[in-house]
């Protein structure tokens, strides 16, 4: 079983970056497709952002396009969020999640599909 760990969450200003990290317990999350997603109050989940095993498909949401990028690290078991202009609108628990690459990472993002999932972090943009 993967588990998952994320960090990097914290305050910020509007217009600030984050980094955020997501951390596989194992090295077979080599194997697994891994998104970020996050929960807003009141709002339902949704995708921001999922990447392929190999690293070369990449899928955004409308919401942050431009703005956020996703990479992974094998050689540190890790990928990473980084987010930039940063608005209060993306104030939400930002989650990440692996899973087996038997379908696109739009679809893994869409359909929010993940067999592991990581604890949350926080991210508040505010002034």
């Known amino acids: 079983q993967v588990q998952l760990v994320e960090s990097g969450g914290g305050l910020v200003q509007p217009g600030g970056s984050l980094r955020l990290s997501c951390v596989a317990s194992e090295y077979t999350w080599i194997y697994y497709s891994i998104g970020w997603f996050r929960q807003a109050p009141g709002k339902e989940r949704e995708g921001v952002s999922c990447i392929n095993t190999s690293g070369n498909a990449k899928y955004y949401a409308d919401s942050v396009k431009g703005r956020f990028t996703i990479s992974r690290d094998s050689a540190k078991n890790t990928v990473y969020l980084q987010m930039n202009s940063l608005e209060p609108e993306d104030t939400a628990i930002y989650y990440c999640?692996?899973?087996?690459?038997?379908?696109?990472?739009?679809?893994?993002?869409?359909?929010?599909?993940?067999?592991?999932w990581g604890q949350g972090t926080q991210v508040t943009v505010s002034s």
């Open positions: 999640a692996a899973t087996r690459p038997s379908v696109t990472v739009e679809t893994m993002c869409l359909t929010q599909q993940g067999m592991y």
